[in-house]
């Protein structure tokens, strides 16, 4: 998938399923303030992440994506 | 109106009840079945008792994993008796091996059959007193391998975990440690039926001015300003709490939440996406009186090492664990044995969309069948148990899905992968501050993971 697919594809999906206008979602913004995300809710971010795209985002790495623009380019890194 | 509302009557349920109501808050538990406490209920037939899922119990003496929990429970009044000192007997492919309580005991005893690996088995006996939760992440199948470089050794160390879902892809070292080790420790049966743990629970919570109503089933929970006020159930009937504990399935509870704007899509997608474990076919057996002597012991019986593998391959049953029931007549003779073999889903969705006793003759010829060869495993321990058998009764996935409640007839609920640990051990909190989760889905199966639960469920509770 170019990056170009990935983020068509998940803004939309992320826009139905943390039910938020997807006009919100832009590449630099902040993505636990946009997605009102808490430890639960996170937890439902990297299952979406992990069944679109086989990607599974580590605990390690999590603190490293804090924009949209950061949750694309693990995406398109990590992607088989 | 009610401090806490309990939606199942499950083990994990009626243990919350009872904590919380002994703690002094108002308990309301509700089941959606005629007959309250889940897997842990008995049925009755022929004069005997059967029971669904409680074969044996471990760690309850003193100082050991569960006997804190039970004596809290008021469970420890109950009339355990302790097994045999090699209270699991395993046969593979036709050699005998036993397992002995208390730590060293196991090491030593299996030790004495491999010698060659006497360091891997006390390293093992280590490993499963020090696990952490760390150890979610780590696959159980993998650690064995590396301890064990006798593949026989690795079968038998793993052929009593039958107690939960044995896939060597997914299973973490986790939940195969805490399926052994507290009945390493020491191992107990119960004189007498489950009903008399679900009374016993069911009667602590009623004591405390709490109450369990058979019969109403939640159809939807309702919330406002971002908590949830009111169950609703089928018959129309409402009920107010402060607080909600889902002992339920949690893509069940899901469906009750669609209406609770506090509850997003992604949240009941990935309850409702998440896989379950298989489930288990039973046959269990009423003995001819004064024909077959007690045992206290549970017997492992595989045709061949392949105890990790067997539910990958097609029929025949390839493993079967014999579960004698104690005589509660001080008789020396046992009346009734349970035969239990793990049954993925696939094999009964043929039958899906039936119900209990209208299932068709295909599907009783199919368990007759599956029975029988169960039966002839058993065989290689108690040789003409055909010849012994009064009646034989069978249920599968199908039986625990209509009678429990549990999608596609799990055993152990939702599975738990070593590979995505947060995706698959859940938290007992939800989008909602106050509703709570618990039961076997949640962290860990078994009567230990799901007592260990309710307690993690009832410290969210102030």
């Avoid at chain 2, 690996?117 to 590396?146: C, K, N, P, W």
């Avoid at chain 2, 004591?207 to 169950?231: M, N, P």
């Avoid at chain 2, 209406?259 to 896989?275: G, Q, T």
């Avoid at chain 2, 698959?424 to 076997?440: A, D, E, I, K």
Wanted: charged content about 20%.
């Amino acid at each position: 998938m170019t990056r170009e697919e990935i983020i068509a594809e998940i803004n939309a999906e992320l826009a139905e399923e943390f039910e938020i206008d997807e006009a919100t979602i832009t590449p630099d913004a902040p993505i636990y303030q946009t997605l009102e995300l808490d430890s639960l809710s996170l937890v439902d971010l990297i299952g979406i992440v992990q069944t679109k795209y086989g990607v599974l985002i580590s605990k390690a790495e999590l603190p490293t994506i804090k924009t949209f623009a950061q949750l694309y380019d693990y995406i398109e890194q990590h992607q088989k | 109106m009610n401090d806490v509302l309990i939606i199942g009557s499950g083990l994990g349920g009626l243990a919350c009840g009872t904590l919380l109501a002994g703690r002094g808050l108002k308990v309301l538990v509700l089941e959606s079945s005629n007959q309250p406490g889940g897997c842990m209920q008995s049925f009755r037939r022929g004069g005997l008792h059967y029971d669904t899922g409680l074969h044996y119990v471990g760690g309850l003496a003193p100082g050991q994993t569960m006997h804190k929990a039970f004596s809290q429970l008021g469970l420890m009044d109950l009339p355990w008796q302790r097994m045999d000192e090699q209270f699991d007997r395993v046969i593979i492919g036709g050699r005998h091996f036993a397992f002995s309580q208390g730590y060293d005991a196991f090491a030593e005893g299996l030790a004495k059959d491999f010698p060659h690996q006497r360091e891997a088995l006390f390293g093992f006996v280590h490993r499963l007193q020090h696990i952490t939760a760390a150890d979610m992440e780590v696959s159980a199948y993998d650690y064995l391998r590396q301890t064990f470089s006798d593949e026989l050794l690795l079968n038998v160390v793993s052929a009593a975990a039958m107690k939960t879902e044995l896939r060597r892809e997914s299973l973490p070292l986790f939940n195969f440690a805490h399926t052994c080790s507290s009945f390493i420790e020491s191992s107990w049966r119960l004189k007498g039926d489950g009903n008399l743990l679900v009374n016993k629970l069911i009667g602590s919570i009623q004591q405390a001015g709490g109450k369990v109503l058979t019969g109403s089933k939640v159809v939807r929970l309702t919330e406002k300003d971002g908590r949830i006020v009111s169950a609703v159930c089928a018959d129309g009937q409402t009920y107010e709490a402060e607080y909600f504990i889902s002992d339920i399935h949690p893509a069940t509870l899901c469906r009750m939440l669609e209406d609770c704007p506090s509850v997003r899509k992604a949240f009941r997608r990935r309850m409702a996406a998440a896989e379950n474990t298989c489930g288990m076919f039973t046959a269990q057996l009423s003995i001819k009186p004064d024909a077959l002597p007690y045992f206290a012991h549970n017997v492992f019986v595989y045709d061949k090492p392949n105890v990790w593998t067997m539910t990958e391959e097609n029929e025949p049953v390839k493993g079967v664990m014999i579960s004698a029931r104690m005589p509660e007549n001080d008789s020396d003779s046992l009346r009734q044995i349970d035969l239990l073999t793990p049954m993925p889903w696939h094999e009964c969705e043929a039958w899906a969309d039936t119900k209990v006793g209208h299932r068709g003759d295909d599907y009783q010829s199919f368990c007759r069948n599956k029975a029988q060869q169960c039966i002839a495993l058993a065989e290689q321990y108690i040789p003409q148990l055909g010849e012994l058998i009064e009646q034989c009764y069978t249920s599968s996935p199908l039986t625990y899905r209509d009678y429990l409640g549990s999608p596609e007839g799990s055993a152990f609920g939702m599975r738990k992968d070593c590979r995505v640990p947060m995706l698959s051990f859940h938290s007992v909190s939800t989008p909602l501050p106050n509703l709570l989760l618990t039961g076997q889905s949640i962290i860990l199966p078994g009567i230990e993971g799901v007592t260990m639960t309710a307690f993690e469920t009832c410290s969210k509770i102030a």
